[in-house]
């Protein structure tokens, strides 16, 4: 059975948000472990005291590793430039035997039909995701013919943030990204990666934030 130090300390691991707090030293225990406490004594079955929550998170606090770095963007000297896409749309399929001719079906008849349009095609290990331009919808429909539709979300804004080819090198990149969007309340809906390129995908109602937060990261 868990204590409630593991307890405590599977809980803030779980959250980035209240791990960095306690390595800056921001976060006020006393009133984390009121607010823990609900939760510590439904997941554990029992009783638990405020004083023993402090003293588990206090400990827990003194493990992490302190940061002694300056808080910045990590990704402000080596960001490139950031490109929008608006009106996309993501097809989500069951990957299956037929997958693989799909996939050339589609990237064929997009080329000859909407050659300016953009698509991508991401194969998982159970699935496939289709992204592309409103007018390719049709295309995607034809090519996956007979396929099975998992999820399919429309209206969607990509914003491509354009990397220097070093930037595979500087640790936390992509957390610096999303941990911001985090702060500000801003889903992603997809992300997709290349060497150089991180396109987030987003609601509408969502891009004009997102481009603020990423506006002021390549400009800092």
């Known amino acids: ?10 809980i803030v691991s779980e959250s980035p948000f209240l791990m960095e707090g306690m390595q800056l030293g921001l976060i006020n225990l ?17 009783p638990v005291g405020q004083a023993a929550v402090v003293m588990a998170l206090r400990r827990f606090s003194e493990r992490l590793p302190a940061k002694t770095q300056p808080i910045r963007p990590v990704l402000a ?7 929008t896409r608006t009106d996309l749309t993501i097809f989500t399929y069951r990957l ?20 300016s349009m953009f698509v991508s095609v991401t194969r998982g290990v159970h699935e496939v995701l289709v992204v592309c331009s ?14 099975r539709l998992l999820a399919r979300v429309e209206n969607l804004t990509g914003l491509t943030l354009r990397l220097h080819a ?21 889903s992603v809906v997809n992300m997709q ?15 004009a934030p997102a481009f603020s937060v990423l506006s002021q990261m390549v400009t800092h």
């Open 30 to 46: 006393s009133e984390l472990a009121r607010q823990l406490r609900p939760q510590l004594e439904s997941d554990l079955w029992k």
């Open 166 to 186: 070093d930037t595979h090198h500087t640790p936390g990149v992509y957390h610096a990204v999303l941990k911001k969007l985090a702060w500000e309340k801003i």
């Open 134 to 147: 409103r007018p390719l919808t049709h295309v995607v429909e034809d090519a996956f013919y007979g396929e």
């Open 77 to 83: 000297p080596r960001m490139g430039e950031i490109t």
């Open 193 to 207: 990666c290349t060497y150089t390129e991180l396109t987030l995908l987003l609601e509408q109602s969502q891009t």
């Open 96 to 115: 299956g035997e037929r997958s693989n001719e799909c996939q050339k079906t589609l990237l064929a008849l997009a080329e000859e039909r909407h050659p």
């Open 1 to 10: 059975m868990l204590s409630i130090a593991n307890k405590v300390e599977q």
